[in-house]
């Protein structure tokens, strides 16, 4: 079983950056490719980044695509997205997300393990 806990998130401008972190505990790290999802209120679940097993291959939600950047650390059992630019559209809860594979896919339900997600919040 493989808890993930997320921290980072918080109150910023518009424009200003923030970094999340998913630190994951319980399995073997490297199995999974892991994935950022966020939901805003009244919306459903939105696919914003995803990195394979090993860091190799990085994907990206269209609305995040230039902004936002996912990395992993293997030896640290954690993930980071680097958000920057904020916009108050992304107003949301984030989650991390680890998928029993080596790559990451872009639909929620393919992944296998879900944090308590993280309240990101962008004023204009």
């Known amino acids: 079983q493989v808890q993930l806990v997320e921290s980072g998130g918080g109150l910023v401008q518009a424009g200003g950056s923030l970094r999340l972190s998913c630190a994951a505990s319980?399995?073997?790290?490297?199995?999974?490719?892991m994935g950022w999802f966020r939901q805003a209120l009244g919306k459903e679940r939105e696919f914003v980044a995803g990195?394979?097993?090993?860091?190799?291959?990085?994907n990206y939600g269209d609305s995040v695509r230039g902004r936002f950047t996912m990395s992993r650390a293997n030896a640290k059992n954690t993930v980071y997205l680097q958000m920057n630019n904020l916009k108050p559209e992304d107003t949301a809860v984030y989650y991390c997300a680890a998928d029993v594979g080596p790559h990451a896919g872009y639909n929620w339900y393919k992944y296998d393990y879900w944090g308590q997600g993280t309240q990101v919040t962008v004023s204009s």
């Open positions: 990195i394979s097993w090993n860091g190799g291959s990085t």
């Open positions: 319980g399995g073997t790290f490297s199995n999974y490719a």
